[in-house]
């Protein structure tokens, strides 16, 4: 009896601590106030959860050297450090009033499309991030006798800067170049920023 005593100690040693060391640490883990729990949960979330957002916004222009205006709307979606965003712009120097005393004044309208990738920098409150791709310009000249239209390839460049309000909503700077074979465009959009991240 003694000798079987003995031997249930030992095996209870071995079998019970191991069980006891791995309950404790499974219970620190999921345990809501630790901060393992907060790391294994953010760290399951950036692997989860790729945020996404659309920028809404309107602002001032440049088409080639002539003042404009632009509206347009930005969707982007985030990979861990990087960013994918895909930009639809308006651009138009369209006066009514310069074109009824300027019978020789051209009216841009330009529309681009494009396609765009690079970095992001976050903190809790917001983001900086840059990037470049390829995209599309249509142009339109018209003039009071006449409309032209042609179509170009274009390198496109942006630069955002925005400020995460809630989880949902945003408020920030969107400013872009866009290099092609009709006129260059330059703007700046003040965004309303809706998505999730």
Partial sequence: MNQLSCVGLLCGIFIFIPIDQVKS???????????LYSENVKSR?????????????????????????NAGMVYCYQFDRSILSARML????????VQ???QSYTIYKMAEYGILYGPIWQTDCGYISAGAGIGLV????????DIATNTSISLPVEAQWFWRLT?????????YISLNFEKPLYGVMVCAQLGAW
């Fill in 45 to 69: 979330s950036a692997h989860q959860n790729h945020p996404w957002w659309v920028n809404l916004g309107a602002g001032p222009a440049l088409v080639g050297n002539t003042f404009a205006m």
């Fill in 138 to 145: 249509r142009a339109a000249y018209e003039t009071p006798i």
């Fill in 167 to 175: 989880t949902y909503a945003g408020l920030g700077v969107y400013s």
């Fill in 100 to 102: 009824r005393i300027d």
């Fill in 90 to 97: 308006g651009v138009t120097n369209n006066n009514p009033t």
């Fill in 25 to 35: 640490q499974i219970t620190t883990e999921i345990n809501p106030g630790s901060s």
